[in-house]
């Protein structure tokens, strides 16, 4: 099994390789702020508050810090993925405890919807909504295959501060051009915020209208927002 110092400078790697077409994530690893963390292995629950404890540290920090280009990305050790199907067990269980436990001491983010059938849904902990993608080696899509299962949480309110600077669709159509060289055609699933629910986003699998995401959040404050 690999350790967390060689987990992590594999991430590194990756991230910095020029085939990988997001921009913004060079950007936050060129200045040293995409937090990291290792775990062990993605279906089993025992890291689950050491994983939050260390999403409420980097929300902290990146409330502080007043500069564009912040993630935050758990990488686990195990398991070997197979397929989309496998990760998506995976990684829809951890987001569902991670969220029962943020509900037990924080309200939703109420700059976003949490109703997750909702254009303006968005994933939130400690009341700080994110964009969350999944990695993984079967990914059908070639920018999210990376060796081992990884989660990454962008704090959402950067792409309203991009929108807010004129930046964003610049940098948006710079990924997604990237993104099409790399994989021979466009992503299937993506839309922008607002269009439809970017939780068809998250793993990176091709969903059809009939998908149901699996997400039942707890958070006070959410029917509020459902209603809004």
């Not at 040293?32 to 404890?53: E, F, N, S, T």
């Not at 993925?81 to 067990?89: D, I, L, T």
């Not at 295959?145 to 610049?170: C, I, M, S, T, W």
């Amino acid at each position: 099994m690999v350790n967390a110092e060689e987990l992590i400078k594999e991430w590194q790697a990756y991230i910095e390789n020029s085939a990988f077409p997001c921009v913004a994530a060079k950007a936050a690893m060129a200045r040293g702020q995409v937090k990291v963390m290792a775990a062990g292995h993605m279906a089993c629950p025992k890291d689950d508050r050491a994983i939050l404890d260390f999403i409420y540290s980097f929300v902290n920090d990146y409330r502080s810090a007043g500069t564009m280009f912040h993630s935050a990305a758990i990488l686990f050790s195990e398991p070997e993925v197979f397929s989309e199907e496998m990760y998506a067990r995976f990684f829809w269980s951890r987001l569902q405890a991670l969220s029962d436990l943020d509900a037990e001491h924080y309200e939703y983010d109420h700059r976003v919807d949490a109703d997750t059938d909702s254009s303006q849904f968005s994933f939130s902990l400690k009341g700080e909504a994110f964009f969350v993608i999944g990695m993984h080696p079967a990914a059908s899509r070639p920018a999210r295959r990376f060796k081992y299962p990884a989660v990454v949480f962008n704090p959402h309110a950067q792409f309203e501060q991009l929108r807010d600077a004129g930046q964003y669709e610049k940098m948006k159509n710079i990924v997604r051009k990237k993104d099409t060289e790399l994989a021979g055609n466009v992503n299937p699933m993506l839309t922008d915020f607002g269009e439809k629910s970017e939780v068809y986003q998250y793993t990176g699998q091709k969903l059809g209208n009939s998908w149901k995401c699996p997400l039942h959040l707890k958070h006070a404050g959410t029917e509020r927002n459902k209603s809004a």
